[in-house]
């Protein structure tokens, strides 16, 4: 390493240190180092400071100080977002949306994947006949929204599905 320079690139560092470059970043996490970047040049870049004090810390690691690294970092399943306190929220705030559920749906519906799903009909067939039908038949049904979704729940009501069963044992569809 030249000491006229003032700023070295990671890929040096790695290869001056014998590390790997993700511990070299990993230690520039760790110590909240700041690299740089000039202009037309790809590299990153550590001043030569910081350098020197990653070597101190690989010929001395306990002058890195306390091992902070896995509390400081949030992994997935620790990151939560802070909810505000209940006193704060209105309803005003958080209109809720409706959605479809089963409270809204009659009791003699049921889910066109399910009906057919029931007689070994494969869902890509079902969503098929659903969508351009079976021999130039249509199937009848009902639909509602889906929460956060643009296309909808399909549902037979008990005439419909009668009509359905008259349409796939005609075409010997049915198992």
């Given at each position: 390493m030249d000491n006229e320079q003032e700023y070295i690139t990671l890929t040096q560092v790695a290869k001056d240190l014998a590390w790997n470059k993700a511990t070299v970043y990993d230690w520039i996490k760790t110590l909240d180092l700041k690299t740089h970047k000039f202009v037309r040049n790809r590299n990153t870049f550590l001043h030569i400071t910081d350098v020197d004090?990653?070597?101190?810390?690989?010929?001395?690691?306990?002058?890195?100080?306390?091992?902070?690294?896995?509390?400081?970092?949030?992994?997935?399943?620790?990151?939560?977002?802070?909810?505000?306190?209940?006193?704060?929220?209105?309803?005003?705030?958080?209109p809720k949306r409706h959605y479809t559920t089963s409270e809204d749906i009659p009791a003699d519906w049921?889910?066109?994947?399910?009906?057919?799903?029931?007689?070994?009909?494969?869902?890509?067939?079902?969503?098929?006949?659903?969508?351009?039908?079976?021999e130039g038949e249509t199937f009848e049904f009902e639909e509602r929204d889906r929460p956060g979704r643009s296309d909808k729940f399909r549902y037979f009501t008990s005439t419909q599905q009668e009509h359905a069963l008259d349409?796939?044992?005609?075409?010997?569809?049915?198992?």
């Open positions: 004090r990653l070597k101190e810390i690989k010929a001395k690691p306990w002058t890195a100080g306390p091992n902070t690294a896995r509390t400081t970092r949030s992994t997935p399943e620790k990151r939560k977002k802070p909810s505000a306190p209940k006193s704060t929220q209105s309803v005003s705030e958080h049921v889910l066109c994947s399910d009906f057919l799903k029931s007689y070994g009909i494969k869902e890509t067939t079902q969503r098929r006949w659903l969508t351009n039908g079976l349409i796939l044992r005609r075409y010997g569809k049915l198992k």
